[in-house]
């Protein structure tokens, strides 16, 4: 839809989404070693945050060629299991009584 409206192309869409989403990653990070971020919560970011990348990569690649749109292409499938592997880790860190979210 903005892409539409302003006549983004797609690799500056998906450049400006990967960005933001590596400072969020960056700062999930940061704060999980920090101890200000529950392990869940950690994971769930990773999760999400990680395909997101993956989409902007498949963006970004559309303006490269050669080994460039290879390397992008790579990134973005490395991505995928990376998201996969948290999204599972999350799911298996649900507690039945609903405290996973608390820090400590």
Request: glycine fraction near 12%; charged fraction near 15%; hydrophobic fraction near 50%.
């Given at each position: 839809m903005l892409q539409?409206?302003?006549?983004?192309?797609?690799?500056?869409?998906?450049?400006?989404?990967?960005a933001a989403w590596a400072v969020v990653l960056v700062a999930t990070v940061y704060k999980y070693r920090a101890g200000t971020r529950s392990r869940?919560?950690?994971?769930?970011?990773i999760c999400v945050g990680s395909f997101?990348?993956?989409y902007s990569f498949?963006?970004?690649?559309?303006?490269?060629?050669g080994v460039m749109e290879i390397f992008l292409l790579a990134l973005a499938?490395?991505?995928v299991p990376i998201g996969l592997l948290a999204g599972v880790?999350?799911?298996?860190?649900?507690?039945?009584?609903?405290?996973?979210?608390?820090?400590?």
């Amino acid at each position: 839809m903005l892409q539409s409206i302003l006549d983004v192309p797609d690799w500056v869409l998906g450049a400006a989404v990967g960005a933001a989403w590596a400072v969020v990653l960056v700062a999930t990070v940061y704060k999980y070693r920090a101890g200000t971020r529950s392990r869940r919560r950690f994971y769930v970011t990773i999760c999400v945050g990680s395909f997101w990348l993956a989409y902007s990569f498949l963006q970004i690649s559309t303006a490269a060629s050669g080994v460039m749109e290879i390397f992008l292409l790579a990134l973005a499938a490395g991505c995928v299991p990376i998201g996969l592997l948290a999204g599972v880790r999350w799911r298996r860190s649900d507690d039945p009584d609903g405290g996973g979210d608390a820090i400590g």
